[in-house]
């Protein structure tokens, strides 16, 4: 299975859908509310989203959103990365709603090799997040400085990222 890129696998203009999609719960959205100490009762308080809110129900903290997002992409773009280096943009487009199902898709926009590092390079890509319906959540950009290929893989050719795992004993 494939976790993340090298610097060469990247090509500006592809695009990554990132699967599976993921079912946003009231459970989700309120675990992350208080775990970030984020406690607008837009996200909390149904009775106050359903009265005194243009949605008229509870709207799913956009920061989850986002995390969500960002984790669903590291499969494709940023399980080999060195470090993420900046988030240039972030735009919640439409709410998201407790039920709605968020698929993310990721394009490359830009790839150039790192000026001081010649093992690495560093790769800017946008994400994509859609619900059900296809109407865009959420979009963002930012740059990943992934390692190359060649300078990555130990002498055995093995990927030095991921462990080798013991045999098992017999019983």
């Known amino acids: 299975m494939r976790f993340g890129r090298y610097f060469e696998e990247f090509e500006v203009g592809d695009v990554y859908r990132h699967w599976p999609g993921k079912t946003v719960t009231e459970a989700d959205d309120h675990l992350f509310c208080l775990l970030t100490m984020n406690h607008h009762p837009l996200h909390l308080d149904a009775h106050y989203a359903q009265t ?12 989850y959103i986002y995390s969500l997002l960002l984790g669903m992409s590291v499969a494709d773009v940023s399980g080999k990365a060195i470090a ?72 055995d050719g093995r990927d030095p990222e991921r462990p080798s795992f013991p045999e098992p004993v017999p019983r």
Request: charged content about 25%; overall charge positive; proline content about 5%.
């Open 84 to 155: 993420n280096l900046e988030v240039e943009s972030l735009r919640h487009v439409a709410p998201t709603f407790h039920g709605d199902t968020i698929y993310g898709e990721t394009t490359v926009l830009d790839k150039r090799e790192s000026g001081s590092k010649p093992d690495r390079g560093v790769v800017a890509v946008e994400t994509r997040g859609y619900n059900q319906d296809g109407t865009m959540v959420c979009v963002f950009r930012r740059k990943v400085m992934v390692p190359k290929r060649e300078h990555a893989a130990a002498p």
């Open 52 to 63: 005194s809110t243009e949605f008229g129900r509870n709207v799913v903290v956009g920061n």
